[in-house]
T-cell receptor, first 114, second 110 residues
Framework: AQSVAQPEDQVNVAEGNPLTVKCTYS??????LFWYVQYPNRGLQFLLK??????LVKGSYGFEAEFNKSQTSFHLKKPSALVSDSALYFC????????????FGKGTSLLVTP | SQTIHQWPATLVQPVGSPLSLECTVE??????LYWYRQAAGRGLQLLFY??????ISSEVPQNLSASRPQDRQFILSSKKLLLSDSGFYLC?????????FGQGTRLTVV
């Protein structure tokens, strides 16, 4: 099955510092990878996706992610964190075995302190 | 533009009562549709997916069922709710490489 793993339950970073939220994947074939953000009691908001092409993907709200095939990683990054970036972040991979559903990691809680 | 409507936003139901959550999609045709459940504010578990009208696949055995009576309508149901059915339920649709989520329903079974 296609899966992703997010090794960190929580990431803490000071406002203005760069942030990284980690994700590794395990897939057969070419991966379709996604990052979503969730605010309390809300649905998921799309940040970015990797399908093919450039390994550095730019997304919404200043986020970007780097696809690394040799390390099977797709880490989410932002050069300068904002307090408003504090939320729950999910990495996901598309699974052709489940009607192209997205299989999600367990999520990483990002806390940006002033 | 494509939108997804999910309701209600919150629901408190007694144990043993029935459930019906509805999701509709606008601005697209023949989407793949999904129901997810999120427990304790963390991981999302895929419950059901549908690739067409009346074509439903279940990912995990449970007390819930899903139906797709129309192309852009997906319904999550239960005949008798259990305490363990409490959680945050999300509807989603995909087409090609796009995936969109509803705003979710917070279900509390008491």
């Amino acid at each position: 099955a296609q899966s992703v793993a997010q090794p960190e339950d929580q990431v803490n970073v000071a406002e203005g510092n760069p942030l990284t939220v980690k994700c590794t994947y395990s897939v057969s074939g070419n991966p379709y990878l996604f990052w979503y953000v969730q605010y309390p009691n809300r649905g998921l908001q799309f940040l970015l996706k990797y399908i093919t092409g450039d390994n550095l993907v730019k997304g919404s709200y200043g986020f970007e992610a780097e696809f690394n095939k040799s390390q099977t990683s797709f880490h989410l990054k932002k050069p300068s964190a904002l307090v408003s970036d504090s939320a729950l972040y999910f990495c996901a991979v598309r699974d052709i075995n489940s009607g192209y559903a997205l299989n999600f990691g367990k999520g990483t809680s990002l806390l940006v302190t002033p | 533009s494509q939108t997804i409507h999910q309701w209600p936003a919150t629901l408190v139901q007694p144990v043993g009562s029935p459930l019906s959550l509805e999701c509709t999609v606008e601005g697209t045709s023949n989407p793949n549709l999904y129901w997810y459940r999120q427990a304790a504010g963390r991981g999302l578990q895929l419950l059901f997916y549908s690739i067409g009208i009346d074509q439903i696949s279940s990912e995990v055995p449970q007390n819930l069922s899903a139906s797709r009576p129309q192309d852009r309508q997906f319904i999550l149901s239960s005949k008798k709710l259990l305490l363990s059915d409490s959680g945050f339920y999300l509807c989603a649709w995909t087409k090609n490489t796009e995936a969109f989520f509803g705003q979710g329903t917070r279900l509390t079974v008491v």
